[in-house]
């Protein structure tokens, strides 16, 4: 049985496999996966998928790797040196009512506060400052936002300029249309394949930690370092890159040749894979006139406010969380203290003076 499970699924994944990458879709008419892997000479390489997956997985796994030791040797000890504040250590008792609670509920456990009161035999004040420590104890630290945006920072100028590098001297680097002379059978040189399999393993490896990872962007390494002139600075190197690649680059250049110049060079007009890919291209265009929006509102805000406001994400304001005992100031005035101590003491009482 486990044998006819087993042929059943390799079944299953070949039809799959077949069906996704039917070369119908993928190439023009005529053309087949097996015209890709003929070369009419040993130092002329086509693109292949399975030349490419492994080896981006491998960088990936060695881009944690280094950035794990670039964290640890570098970001981490310019922090403390910049003055940012290194995650707290909270302590919360366990509690598994509440616990459940805060899974469950997460910010509308306002509404189930006497229920838990009632189950654990704590005053809603403590129950909500129980909540907010909890909270506490998932949010990301100023530090580690700091980690990623450093990461990020990083990665994203060297792979630049090595693209710059790799791309300056190709022939559809400026002419767009030169990017269709001959296709699908063109010849990748080992530049361009280290370019895309660098970038692919960097995203392999935000795959591996993106349960850990928080989104943030390189300008916000001014806000995390209290720097309001570094951070302006950087906002606008943003603002002008963004401007450039977004809003002229890809529509008038990508855009352009992808949907125009394949049609007259290639004549995919017709082909499911121009509709395709041309109409995923469309739809980003829109998301980055979307953004746009959003980023010259926030560039609005600057000059007529004098200071950064991002409204694309939460304030990266680090407050301090409050000790038990304390008194919660975010609490309503509703929420009742009905722990004992609140409870005004009576004759008879222990502990009545």
Not at 140 to 150: G, I
Not at 251 to 277: D, L
Request: contains cysteine; glycine residues 4%.
């Amino acid at each position: 049985m486990i044998a006819a499970s087993t042929n059943k699924m390799e079944d299953a994944l070949d039809r799959f496999s077949k069906w996704f990458w039917n070369p119908n879709f993928w190439l023009p008419v005529g053309y087949t996966w097996e015209d890709l892997v003929a070369q009419t000479s040993k130092d002329e390489y086509y693109p292949r998928v399975e030349d490419i997956f492994l080896p981006s997985i491998v960088l990936g796994v060695c881009l944690l790797v280094f950035r794990y030791c670039y964290a640890r040797l570098v970001v981490i000890p310019m922090g403390r040196y910049l003055g940012i504040k290194e995650p707290k250590k909270y302590q919360l008792k366990q509690n598994p009512v509440l616990e459940t609670a805060f899974k469950k509920y997460k910010s509308k456990v306002e509404n189930n506060l006497t229920e838990l009161s009632k189950r654990t035999s704590m005053s809603e004040r403590q129950i909500l400052r129980w909540m907010r420590t909890r909270a506490k104890l998932d949010a990301p630290s100023v530090m580690m936002k700091f980690e990623d945006t450093c990461w990020h920072f990083l990665f994203y100028i060297v792979l630049f300029w090595y693209g710059l590098f790799t791309l300056w001297d190709k022939s559809w680097f400026v002419k767009t249309e030169n990017c269709w002379v001959g296709w699908p059978k063109q010849h990748v040189t080992n530049d361009v394949y280290w370019y895309y399999a660098i970038e692919l393993g960097f995203y392999w490896s935000l795959l591996f930690t993106l349960s850990t990872d928080h989104k943030r962007k390189g300008g916000k390494i001014g806000t995390y370092m209290k720097s309001d002139t570094l951070a302006t600075i950087l906002f606008v190197m943003f603002l002008l890159v963004w401007i450039a690649s977004r809003l002229i680059i890809f529509p008038f250049f990508v855009i352009y040749s992808a949907s125009v110049e394949s049609r007259i060079i290639q004549g995919v007009a017709e082909s499911s894979t121009y509709m395709f890919f041309n109409g995923l291209l469309y739809i980003l265009q829109v998301l980055h006139i979307i953004w746009s929006y959003m980023i010259f509102r926030i560039a609005y805000r600057k000059v007529t406010r004098g200071k950064i406001e991002d409204v694309r994400s939460d304030s990266e304001e680090d407050k301090d969380e409050l000790s038990e005992g304390e008194d919660y100031k975010g609490i309503p005035n509703n929420v009742k203290d009905n722990s004992p101590r609140a409870r005004p003491k009576f004759r008879g009482d222990k502990g009545y003076q």
